[in-house]
């Protein structure tokens, strides 16, 4: 009896991961859909479509890199449900979690997804992508020609930012840039002082091209950075930009939505190598070539790293823009209302007129379901 | 031989046993003929072989009650206490070494795949067990956690086999944010589950102690073979009183027979109900107090790497840790103290005294691993926690397992072989009950019909 069962329960754990994965890649959607009531959704049904009509609050706080987007789409929902005002307040990822978990907002925005820790010490809360982004890698260098986009790996840019590339006409880049003339200025590697998704996504870029990075320093929201001569600490892409601009051989790490401030401050644009060894600037078309190999294998809590994906033309550094947002909401009609709102963003505000400002993609289909089956959760 | 009138006092005093009753009519006659000797006779014979019989049956059914305790006890929920026990030790180790051989990189070990195969297999041996063992009368809070493990362990081993997919593919962050997701199914599924099972069948192995030990039942089979004893002892010094001193041999062996079987009964039930409390006292409890200990390790270990992988928010397990090890100890009312007092001298104690002193090393290397996630120093932080080194919290994690493993089995031994000896104090008492109320019953028609003879 004891074995016949054991194997049973193996034949049935063996059984279940063909089923699993099948199931994933099934669950695809429709984003335009009009009425999002998603399968998956769980007890209670789907998603509603309008907010209630009485008058109500969202307050919004977290990434710098969301907030640009959070405005205008708190202002086109504004437009069409003048009751709701969703009020965007900033501050990084890590106060986004943090305010978010404390229910003291309901959107917490967070360009890196929720750690295990906090979904274990916090079981209420989800992560649900709103938008796709993508990170530059910005410089100040004096003397390239007007429309030169360095190209750079994340070995070099661990060596630059660990110390090891003291100047911008260091080898390891010429090699890279064999037909750029390049100056001896000192490299001056930026880094946020907040915590940071954006730091997340930099320094896992970082550690998953040098082995030494990822052996000496590692990846997260926060770093113990290298000791290196004239390295700063910067609060917020709006402080990475200004910073790099005011500092003369600067290498920055900023969010896509910074993009045009990046460019008004007259920063140089690098080309990151991806998997394939291709230099790619940050564009649409590498963003979603990149996104598109995970889109089948994002897990149904929507927690995947995109980080050097394998597409041959896609951008290394991708990410999901996420809302953190908790299940429990103070009231039925703050949960309704949060739930429309958020649906709004991941369909209606998935369109140019929303995300163009901030150069975020849309998401593809599938990934919309499976937002829709995590916002269903909210109560 | 005739018999004498008995005394005014006697059991008989209101009739004349000498002589036959004429045929009265009436209440009057009614009452007299109830009243006639051979009438006392039936009745007594008759109330005598209702009341032995029926004191068989409930003496009976009362040790079967205990003896089956004292064998569920120690085939039943001792096992699956155990078995659940140990389905969660297995999870959470599973977890971890899944865990840590992801860290250590892409060419996971031999030795760390066994182990995590093992682990599962063990846990998905103990479901099984679990679950072959639970009805649909069972705890609905049990029932419910174990649909929860059935399901979530498959989830769990696919995020796992997912995630070890996308390392060896090249994709390491990939990778990790689905080893970040099986370890959020652990977490947040299996484990709580696997704890409410434990405690469902722990608390399942106390009420079957309870019910091997309690006193009610026997102490009512006790008290009905008294009454018993006293009838028969009236019955017998009214007809000694009224044959001129004869000795009514039937009943004088029903009675000797029922002071041999209560005496059984009692030297047995004592026997049993000693062996069995000094089984739970020095066994059962302080295994269950060093289970508790384990889980708590595990927990403290578990919450280390949950620690560790967690760099893209604000958690942090410090408060956990601290928590977790006040109650783990050692120190005055904490599990590792109350373990190692629990039966001085015995290996189960020395183990746990062991375990007291080796997580004193260990917590040492957790406070450092707690100081250096505190400043982002996740690679040093990392060794300290997967290295294989003597100084590593895997290390000593290591060793704080090994020796409440070892107390753990000490104390299940002594309580195995308590258990054991209890449970055989009723061997043969069953059938003894049975057999003595027949004999008590034959004894009493026999004594009874001798005399009802006389008045043919």
């Known amino acids: 009896m004891g074995s016949v069962a054991r194997y049973r329960i193996l034949i049935a754990i063996a059984a279940a991961v063909p089923l699993m994965l099948s199931g994933a890649a099934c669950s695809s959607g429709n984003p335009a859909s009009p009425v999002a009531v998603p399968s998956s959704a769980g007890s209670g049904g789907g998603v509603p479509l309008t907010p209630a009509p009485a008058p109500q609050t969202l307050y919004e706080a977290g990434s710098t890199l969301l907030q640009q987007a959070m405005g205008h789409w708190a202002a086109g929902y504004h437009d069409q449900y003048p009751n709701v005002v969703v009020k965007p307040g900033g501050g990084g990822s890590t106060k986004g979690i943090s305010e978010a978990s404390a229910g003291t907002i309901n959107i917490g925005g967070s360009d890196a997804y929720l750690s295990s820790g906090d979904l274990v010490k916090n079981p209420t809360l989800l992560n649900v992508p709103l938008a796709i982004s993508a990170q530059q890698v910005n410089y100040n260098v004096p003397g390239l020609r007007p429309g030169t986009n360095l190209h750079l790996d994340g070995l070099v840019l661990a060596k630059m930012y660990d110390g090891t590339i003291k100047t911008w006409s260091n080898p390891a880049i010429s090699q890279l840039n064999p037909h750029v003339s390049l100056p001896s200025t000192p490299v001056v590697p930026l880094h946020r002082s907040d915590g940071s998704g954006d730091t997340f996504l930099f320094t896992s870029y970082l550690s998953t091209h040098d082995s030494n990075w990822n052996r000496n320093f590692g990846y997260g929201t926060k770093v113990a950075w290298p000791k290196v001569a004239g390295a700063k600490g910067e609060t917020g892409n709006q402080g990475m930009v200004k910073g790099c601009h005011d500092t003369v051989g600067c290498v920055a790490y900023i969010g896509i939505s910074f993009q045009n401030a990046a460019n008004q401050a007259q920063l140089g644009e690098a080309a990151l190598l991806n998997t394939a060894n291709q230099p790619e600037l940050p564009n649409k078309t590498s963003i979603d070539a990149a996104v598109a190999a995970f889109v089948s294998s994002t897990p149904p809590n929507e927690t995947i790293s995109m980080i050097d994906g394998p597409a041959s033309t896609g951008y290394p550094i991708v990410n999901y823009e996420y809302a953190i947002v908790s299940t429990q909401q103070r009231s039925a009609t703050a949960a309704r209302d949060l739930k429309a709102f958020l649906h709004w963003i991941i369909t209606t505000g998935n369109s140019l007129p929303y995300l163009g400002s901030s150069q975020f993609q849309p998401l593809p289909g599938p990934v919309v379901s499976l937002s829709d089956a995590q916002i269903a959760k909210i109560r | ?456």
């Open chain 2, 1 to 456: 031989m005739a018999l004498r009138t008995p005394s005014p006092t006697s059991p008989a005093a209101s009739g004349p046993p000498g002589h036959r009753a004429a045929a009265p009519r009436g209440r009057m006659a009614r009452h007299l003929s109830v009243s006639t000797t051979p009438t006392r006779l039936r009745l007594l014979l008759t109330g005598l072989l209702l009341a032995c019989l029926a004191w068989g049956a409930v003496g009976a059914w009362t040790v079967l009650q205990h003896a089956s305790a004292a064998q569920d006890v120690v085939s039943t929920s001792e096992p699956l206490s155990l078995n659940a026990q140990q389905m969660y030790r297995s999870l959470s180790d599973a977890d971890v070494t899944a865990t840590t051989a992801f860290l250590a990189g892409p060419n996971e070990s031999l030795g760390d795949r066994q182990r995590y195969t093992a682990d599962i297999n063990q846990a998905a041996t103990d479901l099984s067990n679990l679950n072959g063992a639970a009805t649909s009368g069972s705890n609905r809070q049990l029932l419910a956690s174990l649909a929860a493990i059935s399901t979530a362990l498959p989830v769990y081993t696919s995020y796992v086999s997912q995630a070890q997919s996308e390392y060896h593919l090249g994709y390491l962050l990939t990778g990790g944010s689905f080893m970040q997701v099986a370890s959020e199914v652990m977490h947040l599924q299996l484990l709580p589950a696997a704890k409410t099972i434990y405690a469902q069948e722990n608390a399942g192995l106390t009420a079957a102690s309870a019910r091997a030990t309690g006193l009610p039942w026997i102490a009512v089979v006790v008290v009905l073979a008294i009454g018993i004893g006293f009838v028969l002892f009236r019955a017998q010094r009214w007809l000694w009183r009224s044959t001129h001193r004869r000795i009514n041999y039937g009943l004088a062996v029903a009675t000797a027979v029922l002071a041999a079987c209560v005496l059984w009964l009692i030297v047995a039930f004592t026997v049993a109900r000693a062996d069995l409390q000094q089984g739970v006292g020095h066994g059962s409890g302080p295994a269950e107090t060093l289970a508790q200990a384990d889980i708590d390790a595990q927990l403290i270990r578990g919450d280390e790497i949950l620690n560790l992988i967690s760099r893209s928010g604000n958690a942090s397990f410090l408060q956990d840790y601290h928590s977790v090890r006040g109650q783990l100890g050692p120190g005055p009312g904490t599990l590792l103290t109350e373990a190692a007092g629990s039966s001085p001298g015995g290996a189960g104690a020395q183990w746990a005294s062991a375990a007291a002193h080796d997580v004193q090393a260990w917590y040492a290397v957790n406070d450092q691993v707690y100081r250096l996630d505190s400043e982002s120093r996740y690679p040093t932080e990392t060794q300290l926690v997967i290295g294989t080194g003597p100084t590593s919290s895997a290390a000593g994690f290591g060793r704080v397992e090994t020796d409440l493993s070892h107390a753990i089995a000490a104390d299940q031994v002594v309580f195995h072989s308590n258990a054991t000896a209890g449970g055989n104090a009723f061997t043969g008492l069953e059938a003894g009950v049975i057999v003595a109320a027949l004999l008590m019953a034959l004894g009493c028609a026999w004594g009874l019909s001798v005399r009802l003879a006389e008045y043919r």
